[in-house]
C-alpha cells in the first residue's frame, strides 16, 4: 500500500526511512527536518488491541501528519522493492520489523544505518530494552550503526550512553531511547558525510531475542532482585504473568510489584497481610501492588483483593 503526499523538505541529502512503531516516531521527525525524506517504508495495518480493530503503524501515522509519502509493503523481498526504493542516498532504519537483505543494503550509495537501542556489541537483537533491564545494567544507549546481513553486527558510526539509574521501566526506556535515537541520527546527519565507522567486537557480543507471551510466566523460585527486573522490563511487552492455584490456563497478569525483604514464605505461597498482597520468592517475597484479571481492567492489589479472594499460591 502506498500513500503519496510528496516530500517536505529540500535539504540535498535524499533518504528513505523504515520503521513500525511508536519508538521509531521521533527520529522520523528528525530525519524530516534535516533531509529530503522521499519514502517512508513501515509494515501494514494490522489488527490490535482487545477489540482486534485494524490500526495503523505509528510511523505512517507520523508520516502522513508529515505529509511524507508511506509506502507500506508485505515485505521488502522481489523485484518491487528495488523499483520503489530507488533515488536516495541514504536508508535510515529503526524498528522497522524485518531484515534487510543485501539486494536493500547495497541500493543507497550512503549505505543503510540503524539506530539500535543498546550500546553495542551488547545485546544485538529484538529485545535490548528488556534485556538490558532484565540483566540489571547500568548504562543504555543508542548506537548508529551501518547496516550489514548478520543481524545488528555492523561498524559503529557513533554511540550515545544512557544512565539508567535505581529500577528503571521499560517505559520510561523506551521513551527516552526514542528521544535519545532522534538527537543521535540528528548529531549524525549534521556531520555528514560521516567518518568511517569503527568494526564492532565480536568477543563482547552478547544476542537478545523476539519475546512471547511464555518469556512473561513469573517464577518465584526466583530472587527478589530477579523477579523485580524481571516485571520492571516485561511490562508491559511481552507482559509479565502467573497463574492461581496451579490453573495454567488462567493468566494473571502482575503489572508492578515490591521487593519485601524480611518476610519468610515459601516461593508461590500467597499472604495478605495489612492490605498487601504478598508471594513468596527465593529470599523474602514481592507485594503485588497492580493486577490484572484476564478480560478485566487492571487494579490495585487493595481493589483486587476486595472483589477476589486471593490464591493460595502462584506461580
Known amino acids: 500500500m502506498t500513500t503519496d503526499h510528496g516530500p517536505r523538505t529540500t535539504h540535498p541529502l535524499r533518504t528513505i526511512f523504515m520503521g513500525t512503531p511508536e519508538i521509531a516516531v521521533p527520529a522520523l521527525r528528525a530525519l524530516a527536518a534535516r533531509t529530503r525524506v522521499l519514502s517512508v517504508v513501515t509494515q501494514p495495518d494490522r489488527p490490535a488491541g482487545r477489540g482486534n480493530h485494524v490500526q495503523a503503524p505509528a510511523v505512517k501515522t507520523a508520516a502522513l501528519e508529515l505529509g511524507l509519502r508511506v509506502w507500506q509493503p508485505a515485505t521488502l523481498k522481489g523485484a518491487e522493492a528495488a523499483l520503489e526504493l530507488q533515488g536516495a542516498d541514504l536508508f535510515v532504519v529503526m524498528a522497522y520489523g524485518e531484515l534487510l537483505r543485501q539486494p536493500v543494503l547495497d541500493l543507497p550509495p550512503g549505505g543503510c544505518i540503524n539506530l539500535h537501542g543498546s550500546l553495542l556489541p551488547r545485546w544485538r537483537g529484538a529485545s535490548p530494552l528488556q534485556a538490558a533491564i532484565r540483566a540489571g545494567d547500568a548504562d543504555s544507549g543508542v548506537t548508529v550503526m551501518r547496516m550489514v546481513r548478520a543481524l545488528d553486527a555492523g561498524p559503529v558510526y557513533r554511540e550515545e550512553r544512557l544512565a539508567l539509574g535505581e529500577r528503571p521501566t521499560l ?27 569503527i ?64 518476610v519468610t514464605l515459601s516461593p508461590g505461597a500467597v499472604l495478605v497481610a495489612g492490605g498487601r498482597l504478598l508471594v513468596g520468592c527465593a529470599d523474602g517475597a514481592m507485594a503485588i501492588t497492580r493486577l490484572q484479571s484476564p478480560g478485566k481492567r487492571a487494579l490495585s492489589a487493595g481493589e483486587w483483593l476486595n472483589g477476589n479472594g486471593p490464591p493460595q499460591r502462584l506461580g
Do not use: N
Open 199 to 262: 568494526a564492532q567486537d565480536e568477543a563482547a557480543a552478547s544476542v537478545c531475542r523476539k519475546l512471547t507471551a511464555e518469556d512473561g510466566r513469573l517464577d518465584f523460585t526466583a530472587t527478589m532482585l530477579d523477579l523485580d527486573r524481571w516485571i520492571r522490563a516485561y511490562t508491559p511487552a511481552p507482559g509479565c504473568w502467573a497463574a492461581p492455584d496451579g490453573a495454567a490456563e488462567v493468566r494473571l497478569r502482575i503489572l508492578s510489584a515490591d521487593p519485601q525483604a524480611g
Open 171 to 197: 517505559p520510561w526506556l523506551h521513551d527516552v531511547m526514542a528521544e535519545l535515537a532522534a538527537g543521535a541520527l540528528d548529531r549524525f546527519l549534521a556531520a555528514w558525510p560521516p567518518p568511517a565507522p
